[in-house]
DNA sequence: TATTGACTTGAAGTGCGCTTCATAGTTTAT
DNA sequence: ATAAACTATGAAGCGCACTTCAAGTCAATA
């Protein structure tokens, strides 16, 4: 069992996140000691982790809210819970080219500059010249 | 030479977003023809593009406001450019590692629910069961 | 001539995902 | 006994990235 604060420590969001995603049914409801302290379990630590995975992967609050209100519905609910998984698959899907060509275009960039960099005339480079440049595709 | 609506439709941004850009200065002003409307070139689009390509790997419009501000100073900042865009670089890799989890976990859900929809009981699956394999890692 | 439609502007509004605030209760240390 | 440390709550606030609104200009069309 885990202090809010502890819970906090571990999973690296505050106890205002933690607060609000259970809240807002990403959670179950905490357990609660005596004093009304919300207690973490290791659970509900993990669940937390997943929910930080789906996060980091854009998924909004609303729709792991439905996820998690189909999850506790039950078995019943085990297609539309596939639908909605394979949706998030297509949006993952989707940022990873995203990312992808971001990368590609900053890596040109990089090189670019490091190319720039090297040769001790660049200070000659026109600000027309380079805004061409970057406009042309950074090569 | 493009209007609002054009550059929209080729950007697939709104007239909106292209006027918003253009205030922050993530855009130089755009060119008018004689009645005041903005007239984009082929270039404003190209450096339009450009700038989708970085907003889908969310950099922030301040930082590319600045990095903009910086390439129009000109070469004495090119140092100070060369940062900014190794940081932006570290920023992807995160996010392509971040996604490559979130893609990880999706994959292990979706072959879980295959398997599940194959067999014909599973709704006989209790909702606590259910519950725990998610918390246990889908697999 | 009057209306339609594409455009202009600054300002206000929206939705998301938290974060902070104000207030209060309980336990522990000085 | 007072203060520090931790927790609780609901409500309000915030930063971002747009989006929408209200009011107006101008040119062409019915």
Redesign the pocket.
């Known amino acids: 069992m885990y202090?809010?604060?502890?819970?906090?420590k571990i999973t690296g969001?505050?106890?205002?996140?933690?607060?609000?995603?259970?809240?807002?049914k990403l959670l179950p409801q905490?357990a609660?000691n005596?004093?009304?302290?919300?207690?973490y379990t290791d659970e509900d630590i993990e669940w937390i982790k997943m929910i930080q995975c789906m996060?980091m992967a854009?998924?909004?609050?609303?729709?792991i809210k439905d996820y998690v209100s189909l999850l506790i519905q039950g078995g019943e609910t085990l297609e539309q819970r596939f639908v909605m998984v394979q949706n998030h698959m297509e949006d993952i899907k989707k940022q990873m080219t995203d990312l992808q060509n971001a990368f590609d275009l900053t890596q040109k960039k990089l090189l670019f500059y490091e190319k720039l960099l090297a040769g001790s005339s660049y200070k000659e480079m026109s600000y027309s010249e380079e805004w061409k440049l970057f406009k042309h595709g950074e090569n």
Do not use: C, G, V
């Open positions: 202090s809010a604060k502890e819970a906090a969001l505050s106890t205002a996140t933690l607060r609000y995603y259970e809240k807002e905490i609660r005596s004093q009304k302290y919300r207690q996060r854009n998924i909004p609050i609303h729709s």
